[in-house]
């Protein structure tokens, strides 16, 4: 079948409802959290517990959500005798007709398992960690990266990934002759965290790239170099 849009309505005969509209993003915009839009949803935890989400824009099932100021969440309550790991997120549930920010349970052993199906989409945001009895999380690890989305107008992009655990203390990685450092925008982060462009240098040895640290990446720390390529049309 056949289906396009959109025209003004003349007697009735041009229907459209909110799917219609948000279908439309549909391999255009992919589900994530724009990068470059208020905080990007940062999240933190304030002096008395509270999980503190920024500001910021996503799509999530083909739909928007936008947050204009910081939002607070109250950690669930923990458990008596376990550390408990849970995810601040954003879920869109096509039944309720609604998209939140919300924290979601784990368990002892990990972060929940996020649902993705017809009827709700989960994004996971941060982990925070809830110690036995503690009123308060512990701790909280951005998570982002896995979400992010790049929201360039009029550029094709195309994303590389290239993501290593450290098993021999290293002050360099590899990253191919794909990858042209003058014009393609590159991240890395270390453990989830974006790692400041002043602690490395990107270097060009004859066709083949490197990332150049400043300083000793120890084994058991993870590494995740981003690459996005623009092409023009």
């Known amino acids: 079948?056949?289906?396009?849009g959109f025209f003004n309505s003349e007697s009735g005969d041009r229907v459209y409802n909110a799917d219609d509209f948000s279908n439309f993003f549909e391999g255009v915009i992919g589900d994530?959290?724009?990068?470059?839009?208020?905080q990007a949803f940062d999240t933190s935890i304030s002096s008395d517990g509270k999980i503190?989400?920024?500001?910021?824009?996503?799509?999530v099932k083909n739909k928007w959500i936008e947050n204009t100021a910081n939002e607070s969440l109250d950690p669930l309550p923990p458990e008596e005798s376990t550390t408990r790991f849970d995810s601040v997120i954003l879920r869109c549930d096509m039944v309720s007709r609604l998209i939140e920010l919300a924290i979601k349970k784990g368990s002892a052993a990990s972060a929940p398992v996020l649902t993705d199906d017809?009827?709700?989409k989960e994004i996971r945001i941060a982990n925070i960690t809830m110690a036995a009895g503690a009123k308060k999380p512990v701790h909280i690890e951005d998570v982002r990266e896995d979400s992010w989305i790049h929201p360039l107008i009029g550029v094709h992009v195309v994303q590389l990934r290239k993501e290593v655990t450290i098993s021999?203390?290293?002050?360099?990685i590899t990253l191919g002759n794909k990858v042209d450092p003058e014009a393609d925008s590159?991240?890395?982060?270390?453990?989830?965290m974006l790692l400041a462009k002043s602690a490395y240098t990107v270097n060009n040895d004859?066709?083949?790239?490197k990332i150049d640290f400043d300083f000793s990446i120890q084994p058991g720390n993870r590494v995740a170099v981003e690459v996005l390529k623009s092409i023009a049309d």
């Open 118 to 120: 017809a009827q709700m």
């Open 186 to 192: 590159i991240d890395v982060y270390i453990n989830g």
């Open 52 to 59: 503190i989400v920024g500001s910021g824009r996503a799509m």
């Open 168 to 172: 021999d203390a290293t002050t360099s």
């Open 1 to 4: 079948m056949i289906r396009y």
């Open 32 to 38: 994530g959290i724009f990068k470059k839009i208020g």
């Open 206 to 209: 004859s066709g083949v790239v």
